[in-house]
């Protein structure tokens, strides 16, 4: 069987290639070449390429200056936004000032923290031993007012100058060891809790808030007016932690005997008397003020009746309400009213 032979069909034609046409035609601008540096610049100059010098800085290190925002910067519009913008700074920090002066005054409260060295010395010294101290009278100090009738201005010398002022600094550092050392007591008897921390705070804090309470009720009261600011009686509440710190560290230490047990107790008559004693001269100038003092000029002088209910409430405060505010400090066992209060739960 013979296999015919077939010719190869002829191939058709491609179809011609088209590219596409763009239909919308966007103009690219050209760009130009700087111009050529003049012949009067030399290779540094040319660099830039405009024929115009770069910013020189001087030998002081200054930095380049720049016209456009020295311009703005030195404009009257500018100069009248700055000026808008100090004034309402200055009106706000007055208003603020203004406002919170009058609840709490900030300048009197930083002369109480104007103390030394040899001054916190000193007034711990008769803080824990003022059966030895003899002069109890703070130093007063005049200042005249500039006025169309000149007087002078009775005041108090500052810490640093008057052993008998009262400061600022050693009642905070006691109230803030007390806390410390009360939670570090509980750390090594094994009763540390985190919220231990809080609860000595909040304890102190309700006793300074008591006693003053007490304070102003009594001067209210009795009708007294003195030259006393209130921080001189928070800071006079403040020293009996001096006291307390002395009486749970020695408590700590001898808790291991029975018969150590009566060394706390001894320390613990001891800062109570002392802090009694303290009080009851210190508070003399504030409970029972003369006749010419400040807020009392004479005017309406103190009758005998007066003055022995101040001295009673003098007497009453320095030893009854101090024993039971040290004792509340003392014997109180954060630590394990803690525990029990979880344990309870």
Same mark, same amino acid.
């Given at each position: 069987?013979? #296999?015919?032979?077939?010719? =190869? =069909?002829? #191939?058709?034609?491609?179809?011609?290639?088209?590219?596409?046409?763009?239909?919308?035609?966007?103009?690219?601008?050209?760009?130009r070449s700087p111009p050529p540096p003049s012949s009067g610049l030399d290779g540094q100059q040319a660099a830039y390429?405009?024929?115009?010098?770069?910013?020189?800085?001087?030998?002081?290190? +200054?930095?380049?200056?720049?016209?456009?925002?020295?311009?703005?910067?030195?404009?009257?519009?500018?100069?009248? &936004?700055?000026?808008?913008?100090?004034? =309402?700074?200055?009106?706000?920090?007055?208003?603020?000032?203004?406002? @919170? $002066?009058?609840? @709490?005054?900030?300048?009197?409260?930083?002369?109480?923290?104007?103390?030394?060295?040899?001054?916190?010395?000193?007034?711990?010294?008769?803080?824990?031993?003022?059966?030895?101290?003899?002069?109890?009278?703070?130093?007063?100090?005049?200042?005249? +007012?500039?006025?169309?009738?000149?007087?002078?201005? *009775?005041?108090?010398?500052?810490?640093?100058? $008057?052993?008998?002022?009262? $400061?600022?600094?050693?009642?905070?550092?006691?109230?803030?060891?007390?806390?410390?050392?009360?939670?570090?007591?509980? /750390?090594?008897?094994?009763?540390?809790?985190?919220?231990?921390?809080?609860?000595?705070?909040?304890? =102190?804090?309700?006793?300074? /808030?008591?006693?003053l309470l007490l304070l102003w009720l009594g001067k209210y009261f009795l009708d007294i007016r003195s030259q006393s600011?209130?921080?001189?009686?928070?800071?006079?509440?403040?020293?009996?932690?001096? /006291?307390?710190?002395?009486?749970?560290?020695?408590?700590?230490?001898?808790?291991?005997?029975?018969?150590?047990?009566?060394? &706390?107790?001894?320390?613990?008559?001891?800062?109570?008397?002392?802090?009694?004693?303290?009080?009851?001269?210190?508070?003399?100038?504030?409970?029972?003020?003369?006749?010419?003092?400040?807020?009392?000029?004479?005017?309406?002088?103190?009758?005998?009746?007066?003055?022995? #209910?101040? %001295?009673?409430?003098?007497?009453?405060?320095?030893?009854?309400?101090?024993?039971?505010?040290?004792?509340?400090?003392?014997? %109180?066992?954060?630590?394990?009213?803690?525990? *029990? /209060?979880?344990?309870? #739960?």
């Amino acid at each position: 069987m013979q #296999r015919h032979s077939f010719s =190869a =069909a002829p #191939r058709a034609p491609s179809p011609p290639l088209h590219h596409p046409i763009p239909q919308h035609v966007s103009t690219v601008p050209q760009l130009r070449s700087p111009p050529p540096p003049s012949s009067g610049l030399d290779g540094q100059q040319a660099a830039y390429g405009y024929g115009r010098m770069p910013p020189q800085s001087s030998d002081t290190g +200054e930095a380049y200056s720049y016209p456009a925002f020295e311009s703005f910067v030195d404009g009257p519009t500018a100069q009248l &936004g700055f000026q808008a913008g100090q004034s =309402a700074v200055s009106a706000g920090q007055e208003y603020v000032q203004h406002n @919170f $002066d009058r609840y @709490f005054n900030v300048s009197a409260l930083r002369s109480y923290f104007n103390v030394s060295n040899s001054y916190v010395l000193a007034k711990l010294s008769v803080v824990l031993f003022p059966w030895r101290h003899r002069s109890w009278s703070r130093q007063q100090t005049s200042t005249s +007012e500039s006025s169309s009738n000149t007087r002078s201005v *009775a005041g108090f010398m500052p810490p640093r100058e $008057d052993i008998n002022a009262p $400061d600022m600094y050693i009642p905070l550092m006691a109230f803030v060891t007390y806390i410390i050392l009360s939670t570090l007591i509980a /750390g090594t008897n094994g009763t540390f809790e985190p919220q231990l921390l809080g609860v000595t705070f909040s304890n =102190a804090a309700v006793v300074i /808030g008591l006693e003053l309470l007490l304070l102003w009720l009594g001067k209210y009261f009795l009708d007294i007016r003195s030259q006393s600011q209130i921080f001189d009686l928070v800071a006079y509440s403040g020293y009996k932690f001096v /006291g307390v710190i002395l009486t749970i560290a020695i408590s700590a230490v001898s808790a291991s005997g029975t018969r150590m047990r009566f060394v &706390g107790w001894a320390m613990f008559a001891y800062t109570f008397l002392a802090s009694a004693f303290f009080l009851l001269r210190s508070l003399r100038y504030v409970l029972l003020p003369s006749d010419n003092a400040g807020g009392n000029s004479g005017m309406n002088p103190v009758t005998r009746s007066q003055r022995n #209910r101040r %001295m009673q409430f003098l007497v009453f405060y320095s030893y009854a309400v101090q024993f039971v505010l040290m004792w509340w400090l003392s014997s %109180m066992k954060f630590g394990r009213a803690v525990k *029990a /209060g979880r344990g309870g #739960r």
